[in-house]
């Protein structure tokens, strides 16, 4: 009814208020002569509003919210393309700042792919592909962590993949959501092979895909069968079966 009547609604006011947020952190970026996260936190609470950090249990940084008053908002809600999530924020700095890509890939310590198995024992699967190197930082892509057998990595994953793992794993409702993630990433960048699981809609096997055709395309299906393996192999734990 608001929306036939053209009256403002309450997810207007709400993405309104988001934007100045936004702004309120692109200023405190523009006013940094140097990256860091903690003079970042000192800067937006000094602004006024309230930022709290979300850390995996290895005290690994993995996103964070602002609040203004009541109303808080996940950093990817923020911003254009999510350029303020944790993963995004620092080249955002770098881009604001007028340094070059060349610079920022110099900056980033970056780390081999070392995949665990061998071509020949390696089953040919959609989560074992890769289309590329995921290890290099490309527009479009957002940094994850991983530890993976003692030893910790660093892939630089397509936005669309990472929205779509953010969304199958959500960490508001699973308890587990760090480990699938984690599984999924491992077999999407080729750290590890595993059995080809059904799409659910009787399209045949991952060997059936046109790999080459679509890289998109082929990127989104491709984590979406690593996604649905980590599920089948770790299941999902939903936060509302440990609430009292």
């Known amino acids: 009814m608001a929306r036939k009547r053209g009256w403002t609604t309450a997810m207007d006011i709400r993405r309104t208020n988001a934007d100045e947020v936004a702004a309120g952190l692109m200023e405190v970026l523009r006013s940094m002569p140097s990256w860091s996260w903690d003079d970042y936190v000192a800067k937006i609470r000094a602004k006024g ?15 964070y919210t602002v609040g203004v008053g009541d109303v808080i908002y996940k950093a990817s809600e923020l911003g254009k393309d999510r350029n303020l999530m944790v993963s995004k924020i620092e080249a ?16 980033e310590n970056k780390i081999k792919t070392q995949t665990a198995t061998t071509p020949d024992t390696k089953p040919a699967t959609a989560c074992d592909r890769p289309v590329i190197d995921y290890s290099a930082w490309r527009e479009g892509t957002s940094r994850y962590e991983l530890a993976h057998e ?40 080729g750290m590890m092979s595993v059995p080809a699981v059904p799409s659910g809609g009787g399209g045949g096997t991952s060997n059936d895909l046109p790999w080459g055709r679509k890289e998109d395309e082929d990127e989104m299906e491709r984590a979406r069968r690593c996604a649905r393996a980590a599920i089948r192999k770790l299941g999902k734990k939903p936060k509302s079966s440990i609430r009292r």
């Open 49 to 63: 509003y309230t930022l709290e950090e979300r850390r995996d249990k290895k005290g690994v940084l993995r996103g």
């Open 92 to 107: 955002t700095w770098q881009k604001l700042h007028n340094k070059s890509v060349t610079e920022l890939k110099q900056n």
């Open 150 to 189: 003692d030893k910790d990595y660093r892939f630089y994953l397509p936005d669309h993949v990472m929205r779509l793992f953010d969304d199958e794993f959500d960490y508001r409702e699973m308890v587990n959501h760090k480990e699938l993630t984690d599984y999924a990433v491992a077999l999407f960048v």
